[in-house]
């Protein structure tokens, strides 16, 4: 039993101010520099109070930068990213859990080691497999001889080539592996009582059937809460997307076209432009946060399954 404590609580109630001071301060300046006009926003100090020029800065950022295809690109990847971890990371789960193979703790340690590596640190190795995807099929080929041996009986070279660059595959692909979705959809999975399992097999219920009419309705809180989390970090994706992507017109998201509204060196200093295009950038996932709150927190920390 926790006690309660005067001083405890005042710890608990400072530290929380704190928190909220030093997460929201930031934000209400972007809204402030947002809703100013250049003179307003070139004063030293800057005036924290709004002022009346936040629609005609939106407008601005949003014709100069043309955030509205760059939307939807971000929309696209996103949801395909999002879309992808939650599937590949259930179906990991449900491989490594309910089914009894020799190595499935090799290939869970295997996947939770990747946690040590974010895409930082593989962007290269990422990068040459997204110029051509099918290059290791290739590699086997000719180390095992066999590109030589057919190319000798049939006088034709085979030559695999998948160019993922400037595509939606390439910029979603290489970023739906997640071993976080994996582990939470794991430690879930392991909750699942043996009776249900075995009720499951008496009724008749295949690994499929049990998956999809079992699993995945007991799990539709963790689904949600690793949706959210997966949708705000593919939307705040920007250094795959910027490495992958030459064709910035059709392919670019929208994260990256926030560049195009930062003043140049010598250019005129419209920070309140840029502030404005912040706020058009980071309203989704903004609201995917908050219309997901009450299921992302349950999908944490509920242990009622």
């Given at each position: 039993?926790?006690?309660?404590?005067?001083?405890?609580?005042?710890?608990?109630?400072?530290?929380?101010?704190l928190g909220m001071f030093l997460v929201l301060v930031p934000f209400w300046i972007t809204i402030v520099a947002g809703s100013q006009n250049l003179q307003e926003v070139s004063q030293v100090p800057l005036n924290l109070w709004p002022s009346g020029h936040l629609v005609e800065n939106i407008q601005t950022a949003w014709t100069r930068s043309d955030l509205g295809p760059k939307m939807i690109n971000s929309l696209i990847v996103a949801v395909g990213v999002t879309t992808g971890k939650i599937i590949l990371a259930a179906l990991s789960?449900?491989?490594?859990?309910?089914?009894?193979?020799?190595?499935?703790?090799?290939?869970?340690?295997?996947?939770?080691?990747?946690?040590?590596?974010?895409?930082?640190?593989?962007?290269?190795?990422?990068?040459?497999?997204?110029?051509?995807?099918?290059?290791?099929?290739?590699?086997?080929?000719?180390?095992?001889?066999?590109?030589?041996?057919?190319?000798?009986?049939?006088?034709?070279?085979?030559?695999?080539?998948?160019?993922?660059?400037?595509?939606?595959?390439?910029?979603?692909?290489?970023?739906?592996?997640?071993?976080?979705?994996?582990?939470?959809?794991?430690?879930?999975?392991?909750?699942?009582?043996?009776?249900?399992?075995?009720?499951?097999?008496?009724?008749?219920?295949?690994?499929?059937?049990?998956?999809?009419?079992?699993?995945?309705?007991?799990?539709?809180?963790?689904?949600?809460?690793?949706?959210?989390?997966?949708?705000?970090?593919?939307?705040?994706?920007?250094?795959?997307?910027?490495?992958?992507?030459?064709?910035?017109?059709?392919?670019?998201?929208?994260?990256?076209?926030?560049?195009?509204?930062?003043?140049?060196?010598?250019?005129?200093?419209?920070?309140?432009?840029?502030?404005?295009?912040?706020?058009?950038?980071?309203?989704?996932?903004?609201?995917?946060?908050?219309?997901?709150?009450?299921?992302?927190?349950?999908?944490?920390?509920?242990?009622?399954?």
């Amino acid at each position: 039993m926790i006690e309660r404590s005067p001083l405890f609580d005042f710890i608990t109630y400072a530290t929380m101010i704190l928190g909220m001071f030093l997460v929201l301060v930031p934000f209400w300046i972007t809204i402030v520099a947002g809703s100013q006009n250049l003179q307003e926003v070139s004063q030293v100090p800057l005036n924290l109070w709004p002022s009346g020029h936040l629609v005609e800065n939106i407008q601005t950022a949003w014709t100069r930068s043309d955030l509205g295809p760059k939307m939807i690109n971000s929309l696209i990847v996103a949801v395909g990213v999002t879309t992808g971890k939650i599937i590949l990371a259930a179906l990991s789960a449900f491989a490594i859990v309910f089914f009894n193979f020799r190595a499935r703790m090799i290939c869970f340690w295997l996947i939770f080691i990747t946690l040590m590596l974010p895409l930082e640190v593989r962007i290269v190795p990422t990068y040459s497999i997204a110029a051509n995807a099918l290059l290791p099929f290739q590699t086997i080929l000719d180390v095992f001889g066999i590109t030589g041996l057919i190319e000798t009986l049939s006088g034709v070279r085979i030559g695999l080539e998948w160019n993922l660059l400037n595509s939606y595959t390439g910029l979603i692909l290489p970023l739906v592996a997640t071993a976080t979705g994996t582990f939470l959809y794991r430690q879930f999975f392991m909750t699942i009582p043996d009776e249900l399992v075995e009720a499951s097999k008496m009724d008749g219920s295949g690994p499929i059937r049990f998956f999809l009419d079992v699993l995945l309705p007991l799990s539709r809180t963790n689904m949600l809460a690793l949706a959210t989390i997966m949708f705000v970090s593919s939307w705040n994706q920007y250094l795959w997307p910027l490495l992958i992507t030459t064709d910035r017109k059709n392919f670019g998201t929208v994260v990256m076209q926030l560049k195009a509204l930062i003043p140049a060196q010598n250019g005129t200093p419209d920070w309140n432009v840029t502030m404005a295009g912040a706020l058009i950038i980071m309203l989704p996932p903004l609201l995917v946060v908050a219309l997901m709150q009450r299921w992302f927190v349950r999908g944490l920390i509920s242990r009622d399954k």
